[in-house]
C-alpha cells in the first residue's frame, strides 16, 4: 500500500528477543541517482539491487517521461537506456513524484537546463516541503518556476534555452540541493561550482565521477569546494546498489532495545557521509560492532552485528555530525527513550522540513508513550527512561512519514503496552519489506488498530 491509499494503522508489542540475519534493501540515495544519471547517459546502464520502494518506482516512471528507456528486468535488476545531457523530451503530462524530496529535487535539477516545460507535484506530505532551496540556485542557471505560495509544489519549470554555469554556495547543509545545481550544471557549458560549508552526502559527486564526468572536490577553509565541467558524454554503468545504512538503522535500533537480541545486518555501506547514527550508537555504550570490515567500490562496507544493550546512555550529539545521520534522529530519539540520562540533539533545524516536521512527530508520539522530550526550533532534548522503561500504549500520527511510522513501531517492540502507528502505508516509499524483515526476526507486528 502506498501513502496514496487508505491509511493502514499497525501496532507493535512486546515480544521475545530479535534474532538473525536482515537483508535489507538497496540505498534509496543511490537507487535515484542510478537511474538519473542512467538516463543522462549514452546507452545502456544496468543496475542491480535498485531499491524497488515507491519513491524510485516514481522516479523511473518520471525517467520516462523525460524520454528514457527504464526496464525491470528481474526483482532489483533494471536497464536504463539513456538520452545524453541535454536529451531530455517535454514530458506529456505531470510529473508526480509521490512523496519523495529527493526524487522532485534532483529531477528538477536535471531538466532545468533543457529547454523544455514541466510540471511537478506529489503526495500531501510534498506539496507543503520547500522547493525554493532548489528553484533560486537553479534560475541562476536561466531557469524559471512558477509554483504555490511559498515554493510549494504544484510547480511549472520552464528549463534554460541558453543556460550559463554557476558558482553557488549551498545556504542548508543538503545534498539534494547539492545534487539538483550538479545535474543541472551538466547540460550548461563551462564549469559549475557548489561550495558546501558542511559535508552532506557525496553520492552524487562519487557517481558522476564513476560516468566519466570531469569533477573534482576540494576541502578550503569556506567548505567542499565541488567543480564540475559541463557537457560531458556520460557513459553507461553497470552499477550495484550497496545496501541502505538508513534502512539498516530499524533492525539495528530495534536490536539494541529489544531484550536478549542479536541481529546481524550484513553488507551495509559506512560510507562517512552516511555513518554518523552507527558511530553516535557505539558512543552511547551500544553492543553494535562491525564485522568483516572491507572495501567496495571504493566505500567501506562492514555486516552490522547488534546486541541487546540494556546500559545505554544519552550523549549530546555532535551537530557537525548532523548531515551523516539527518535521517536517523527520529529511531535515534526511540534508543534515547531507552537509555539512561538525556540525549541532547542540536543543529538539527533541517529535521522540521523532512517528509514531516520529524522533531513535532517523534516528541508529540515520545511524550504520548510517557517519555519527556523538549524541543526547540533546531534541537531536542529525549529523556530516558532506560531500557524497557517506555510505558508505550498510545496511536501515534506519522503524518505520511515512513520513517515515523518504522521508528514508533520499533519503540513499540520494547515498550511495556503496545505501540500503533495510525499509518504503516508510507514504509513502502524506502522500505517496502520492513514488516516481513522485522517479522522474520521475531517481531510482534500485526495490522489491527487497537493499543
Ligand atoms: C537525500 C538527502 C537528504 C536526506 C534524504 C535523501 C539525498 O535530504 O534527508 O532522505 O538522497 O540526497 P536533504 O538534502 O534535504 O538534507
Redesign the pocket.
Known amino acids: 500500500m502506498s501513502s496514496h491509499g487508505d491509511p493502514v494503522p499497525m501496532t507493535a508489542r512486546k515480544g521475545t528477543a530479535l534474532k538473525g540475519v536482515a537483508d535489507v534493501p538497496g540505498d534509496?540515495?543511490i537507487s535515484?541517482?542510478s537511474l538519473i544519471l542512467g538516463a543522462m547517459a549514452v546507452g545502456e546502464t544496468v543496475i542491480t539491487g535498485l531499491l524497488e520502494g515507491q519513491d524510485v518506482l516514481d522516479t523511473a516512471k518520471a525517467m520516462r517521461a523525460f524520454g528514457a528507456d527504464v526496464t525491470r528486468d528481474a526483482e532489483g535488476v533494471w536497464h536504463v537506456h539513456g538520452v545524453g545531457v541535454g536529451g531530455f523530451a517535454e514530458p506529456e503530462d505531470v510529473i508526480d513524484c509521490g512523496n519523495s524530496?529527493?526524487g522532485v529535487?534532483?529531477i528538477m535539477g536535471t531538466m532545468a537546463t533543457s529547454p523544455i516545460v514541466a510540471t511537478f507535484t506529489g503526495d500531501a506530505s510534498l506539496r507543503g516541503r520547500p522547493m525554493a532551496?532548489v528553484t533560486d540556485p537553479l534560475a541562476l542557471f536561466g531557469t524559471t518556476s512558477v509554483g504555490r505560495k511559498g515554493g510549494r509544489l504544484p510547480m511549472t519549470i520552464t528549463g534554460a534555452a541558453n543556460p550559463v554555469p554557476v558558482r553557488y554556495k549551498t545556504p542548508?547543509?543538503?545534498?539534494?540541493?547539492?545534487?539538483a545545481v550538479l545535474l543541472a550544471g551538466l547540460n550548461a557549458p563551462g564549469q559549475t561550482v557548489v561550495i558546501e560549508a558542511e559535508a552532506?552526502?557525496d553520492?552524487?559527486e562519487r557517481m558522476l565521477a564513476g560516468f566519466g564526468a570531469e569533477i573534482t572536490t576540494e576541502i578550503t577553509p569556506e567548505g567542499r569546494v565541488i567543480t564540475l565541467t559541463g557537457q560531458p558524454e556520460l557513459k553507461p554503468q553497470t552499477i550495484v546498489v550497496p545496501r541502505d545504512p538508513?534502512s539498516a538503522a530499524f533492525p539495528v535500533c530495534a536490536a539494541l532495545i529489544v531484550p536478549g537480541s542479536d541481529v546481524l545486518v550484513p553488507n551495509i555501506g559506512l560510507n562517512p557521509t552516511r555513518a554518523g547514527l552507527f558511530e553516535t550508537l557505539r558512543e552511547m555504550g551500544a553492543d553494535l560492532t562491525y564485522e568483516n570490515l572491507r572495501e567496495e567500490g571504493g566505500e567501506p562496507v562492514a555486516d552490522l552485528r547488534a546486541r541487546f544493550s540494556p546500559d545505554m546512555t544519552g550523549i549530546e550529539v555532535p551537530p557537525e555530525r548532523a548531515?551523516s545521520m539527518?535521517?536517523e534522529y527520529p529511531i535515534l530519539s526511540v534508543v534515547a527513550a531507552n537509555a539512561k540520562g538525556q540525549t541532547v540533539m542540536r543543529g538539527v533545524k533541517?529535521l522540521r522540513?523532512?517528509e514531516s516536521d520529524r522533531i513535532e512527530a517523534m516528541a508529540v508520539g515520545l511524550r504520548a508513550a510517557g517519555v519527556t522530550v523538549e524541543d526547540g526550533p533546531d534541537w531536542w532534548i529525549v529523556h530516558g527512561r532506560g531500557a524497557g522503561g517506555v510505558p508505550g500504549g498510545v496511536t501515534v500520527a506519522t503524518h505520511l512519514d515512513h520513517r515515523i511510522a518504522m521508528s514508533f513501531l520499533c519503540a513499540g517492540m520494547a515498550s511495556a503496552q503496545p505501540i500503533t502507528v495510525d499509518d504503516a502505508g508510507p514504509i513502502a516509499t524506502s522500505f517496502p519489506v520492513f514488516e516481513p524483515l522485522m517479522r522474520g526476526l521475531g517481531a510482534r507486528l500485526d495490522r489491527t488498530n487497537r493499543a
Open positions: 534509496k540515495s535515484h541517482r524530496g529527493t529535487r534532483l532551496r542548508v547543509p543538503s545534498a539534494q540541493v547539492k545534487s552532506t552526502r553520492h552524487t538508513s548531515a539527518i535521517d533541517e522540513v523532512k
